[in-house]
């Protein structure tokens, strides 16, 4: 049974967790965006419902939500059982930094990819008309909580190697 005091977390995992609610907070957030450069073009996106002008991360793809739950999942699984010494020393530290790399790594590849959530006849009228697809606040926030956690994540790893060496001894 896991131990879940809570007086026993320390800083890295609640940081963890706090970063993984910080991503959930960026699911809902805006992820894609379109923005026009001439005024007609603009004026006429402000008219389209705002679903076809903003996508948040649940309408952005899988490259845009699946990321997000990788930061998330090793956050709250670090707070209820880090304090598990088998758990621990099972891997659990590696583990959360393995989950968040990869997290980095889709968000990169969906940043990357972000114009193919249209089609290639939506991208085409799009640039006929001036009109950019661009990024919303939420995919900021959602690497910013990543990084953090991945920071956070790796001074566990190396907090956890130091606890295994002076236990040999």
Same mark, same amino acid.
């Given at each position: 049974?896991?131990?879940?005091? =809570?007086?026993?977390? $320390?800083?890295?995992?609640?940081?963890? =967790?706090?970063?993984?609610?910080?991503?959930?907070?960026?699911?809902?957030?805006?992820?894609?965006?379109?923005?026009?450069?001439?005024?007609?073009?603009?004026? *006429? +996106?402000? $008219?389209?419902?705002?679903?076809?002008? &903003?996508?948040?991360?649940?309408?952005?793809?899988?490259?845009?939500?699946?990321? =997000?739950?990788?930061?998330? +999942?090793? #956050?709250?699984? /670090?707070?209820?059982?880090? !304090?598990? #010494?088998? /758990? !621990?020393?099972?891997?659990?530290?590696? @583990?959360?930094?393995?989950? /968040?790399?990869?997290?980095?790594? @889709?968000? /990169? =590849?969906?940043?990357?990819?972000?114009?193919?959530?249209?089609?290639?006849?939506? !991208?085409?009228?799009?640039? *006929? *008309?001036?009109?950019?697809?661009?990024?919303?606040?939420?995919?900021?926030? #959602?690497?910013?909580?990543?990084?953090?956690?991945?920071?956070?994540?790796?001074?566990?790893?190396?907090? +956890? !190697?130091?606890?295994?060496? &002076?236990?040999?001894?």
């Amino acid at each position: 049974m896991p131990d879940l005091a =809570l007086k026993r977390v $320390t800083w890295r995992e609640w940081l963890g =967790l706090a970063a993984g609610l910080l991503a959930l907070v960026a699911l809902f957030l805006p992820w894609t965006t379109l923005t026009a450069s001439r005024p007609e073009i603009e004026d *006429a +996106l402000t $008219t389209l419902p705002a679903n076809d002008v &903003t996508r948040d991360a649940w309408h952005a793809g899988f490259l845009a939500w699946a990321p =997000l739950f990788l930061v998330f +999942l090793p #956050g709250l699984a /670090v707070v209820l059982f880090g !304090r598990v #010494g088998a /758990v !621990r020393r099972a891997g659990l530290p590696h @583990l959360w930094l393995m989950a /968040v790399i990869g997290a980095l790594l @889709l968000m /990169v =590849l969906g940043w990357t990819t972000l114009d193919w959530q249209f089609d290639a006849d939506q !991208r085409g009228i799009f640039s *006929a *008309a001036g009109i950019e697809i661009g990024t919303g606040l939420g995919r900021y926030l #959602g690497l910013a909580a990543a990084v953090v956690s991945a920071v956070v994540a790796f001074l566990d790893v190396r907090l +956890l !190697r130091a606890e295994t060496r &002076t236990r040999r001894r």
